[in-house]
């Protein structure tokens, strides 16, 4: 099972400046989301290891739907084979079924329990290999955007982040990767790491999965990162497997999760990663910006008090059940197609 420490610590602190948050999301979202444009973004994430993947994946569809994101591709971090048929069934399902999606060559190869329901659902790329070398999806993808436009969130490992980060000129770019990040990402959203500081020898999941590249990625990526850690009790779910239309893939996959772990419901870590990447700090988080994070090639992680620097981690500001109880309305939004 995946197991990811969470952030007690920070629960007391943050409950008074939620109670002003529930009062500043009463005016509801239309009027201060339609200001904004649409945050052109790539999604990496681990699919297939928990279920809150699917959720983030399924709410940024929602997003995009209202206007909010204009996804540019879906890239995996795991090399296991129904990855990426996955993937293709919730961008199916959400009518965007011919978006990119790349696969790591060089991740880790977990297998769960998605299969249980993939073969259920439309989709056309039938196991992982099908789908382009992520990396080298990243160079294109980036080379063709407009300078400073990107956003990238991580809900996995930062495999891919840091295979990009290390990649040479191609055929896309003559940049390396780290001129190519320069040039062209705006920020980096990863969804890792205990904040302010992991125990010693115990990192999170997503920075011990793939430690290296997690040290390689805060250690050298040039670029601002916001790492967010929250997510454990903030929890959803459980409408969107009693209340959402049968052929929705997202709440079959969460079944399955269920199932297998005898639960009703789901932390939403990932979620969290997606709705900070796409509308920001808003009226819901907090940001720690002064200081930096340091790592260790184990994957744990300590936040250094300091100046302000390329990173940051986030804070809640509203209430956990109402950023649930948002999250879950997000889930259950039919596809606009
Ligand atoms: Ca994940």
Redesign the pocket.
């Known amino acids: 099972m995946t197991i990811r420490s969470g952030h007690g610590q920070w629960i007391a602190g943050v409950l008074a400046l939620g109670l002003f948050g529930v009062a500043l999301t009463g005016c509801g979202h239309g009027v201060r989301l339609d200001a904004r444009q649409a945050v052109p973004i790539i999604f990496d994430?681990?699919?297939g290891?928990?279920v809150?993947?699917a959720g983030?994946l399924a709410i940024l569809h929602a997003m995009a739907d209202q206007g909010e994101a204009r996804i540019l591709a879906a890239m995996s971090a795991n090399r296991n084979r129904w990855c990426v048929p996955a993937l293709d069934v919730i961008n199916t399902y959400y009518g965007r079924g011919d978006l990119p999606i790349g696969c790591s060559r060089t991740g880790p190869d977990p297998e769960q329990w998605y299969h249980d329901s993939v073969g259920d659902f439309p989709h056309d790329l039938k196991t992982s290999a099908d789908a382009p070398d992520a990396v080298a999806l990243y160079r294109k993808i980036l080379a063709a955007q407009p300078d400073q436009s990107v956003t990238i969130v991580v809900?996995?490992w930062l495999t891919n982040m840091a295979d990009l980060l290390l990649s040479q000129p191609d055929q896309y770019s003559a940049l390396t990767g780290r001129d190519l990040i320069k040039a062209k990402v705006k920020a980096l959203v990863a969804?890792g790491g205990i904040w302010p500081n992991s125990p010693k020898q115990e990192g999170e999941y997503?920075f011990t999965m793939d430690p290296e590249a997690a040290h390689t990625v805060i250690s050298d990526w040039p670029g601002k990162i916001m790492f967010t850690g929250l997510g454990k009790d903030v929890m959803t779910g459980s409408r969107l497997v009693a209340q959402s239309a049968k052929d929705n893939p997202v709440p079959a996959f969460y079944q399955n999760f269920f199932k297998s772990y005898k639960v009703s419901e789901r932390s939403s870590?990932?979620l969290i990663a997606v709705w900070y990447a796409v509308r920001g700090l808003s009226d819901t988080f907090t940001a720690v910006t002064e200081g930096h994070c340091i790592s260790q090639t184990d994957g744990h992680n300590q936040w250094v008090p300091g100046p302000p620097s390329n990173h940051a981690y986030l804070a809640y500001k509203m209430p956990q059940a109402t950023l649930a109880a948002e999250l879950e309305a997000l889930l259950l939004m039919p596809p606009a197609r």
């Open positions: 994430t681990d699919m290891t928990d809150d993947d983030a809900v996995g969804m997503n870590w990932d």
